[in-house]
């Protein structure tokens, strides 16, 4: 692996991240430079991984992502007219939106996400000029490293920008929240967008999804995050990923009467769980089961970091892992061959599918100085076991959305 890579979680945001100039390329070539065209500019947001709190986001639990430097690139020039027009450099197609015709339409693609933001906009814009917009960037999608939210938020950050709406962080946040949600119609918890619009170099958000309370709690700058794609990509994997919500959503309903002042998930005990539990169907009872241990795990992860207890947040991280595979049902062989090959290498503190799980990477919390060794073992291990080699980067962390100059 090229040093160039050796990156600490407490780097801010690098250059290499962010080949602005390409897109400003690629732009010229699609949409050509006519003089209807205002100044061209250039925008960031990075993707995310979390580190603990594993499909509690839309159980009301905690989390514990951070920001990393890659992510969407977003060009964008304002027209004389009121029409939108959407690209990526790397999916064919050009999508146009008239501004003056009203709610925009699903189209069933990538697009559906930018719209989405549009949409929620539309109250907001008044009579702002129209948009040529191309999405680009480093993030792998389907990888999960939230390249969705990296989109909503990253086009969210974009037009606010250009069409000088003054819009806060969260309410950035909020319009990529409901892209998905309401739009796309990704039953998604909170924190993604919030991992990426609210980053801070240097830190990980401690998110409560409860009450939307957080917190940028600082981790050790001489650690990595190391993350290797299996190249399993979860494109399709989104009835799966509903199906997740709901059967938590169904174990919820069983145990709530057990506990009536609870409101979700995540605020059944463990005490009130366990004399239930072999009561409960088998399917209702393991989904219960991970969601209700994760938060008391992620809660004793926080207490770790805040005590420079770097082992015992990794054995947290390593423990998420075996809930996520034998309750949770979101591993797939791939992603269980990075973690059990990382946590025999030296130097790893913690290893665990990030993400919704069902194919995309695996995160590997480890010493910089050991990251290269490391990850070249990983990568050696799951070739000899799939007969490919897997992607492995070493990832800075990331200041959040921004203008690139």
Known sequence: MDGEHAQTIGARGVDRAEPSDGLARDFERLYGSADNLGDLRVFFAPGRVNLMGAHLD??????????????????????????????SVSEPGEFEIDLDAGRPRRRGRWVDYPVGVLAGMLGRSGERPGVDVLFGGNLPVGAGLSSSASICVGTSFALD?????????????????????????????????????????????????????????????????????TGVRRELAQGDFNQRVSEAAE??????????????????????????????????????QHVIEEVERTFRARACLLDGDLGGFGTAMAESHRSLRDLYDVSVPELDCLVDSAMSQAGVLGARLTGAGFGGCAVILAQSALSERLAEAVATDFERRFAHRPKIEIFAGDRGPRELT
């Open 58 to 87: 839309y159980n009301g639990g905690p989390v514990m992502p951070t920001a990393i430097d890659r992510g969407t690139l977003i060009a964008v020039a304002t027209r004389r007219d009121r029409k939108v027009r959407l690209r």
């Open 161 to 229: 920008q250009v069409w000088e709406l003054g819009l806060s962080p969260l309410e950035r946040v909020a319009l990529a929240l409901d892209a998905e949600r309401e739009f796309v119609g990704v039953r998604c918890g909170i924190m993604d967008p919030y991992a990426v619009g609210l980053a801070q170099p240097g830190c990980l958000l401690w998110l409560d999804c409860l009450d939307s309370s957080f917190e940028h709690l600082p981790i050790d700058p001489d650690l990595s995050i190391v993350v290797a794609d």
């Open 251 to 288: 174990a919820f309903a069983l145990l709530r009467p057990h506990h009536r002042q609870a409101t979700c998930l995540r605020e059944i005990p463990l005490a009130v769980f366990e004399p239930l539990r072999d009561s409960l169907a088998d399917v209702p009872r393991r989904r219960a």
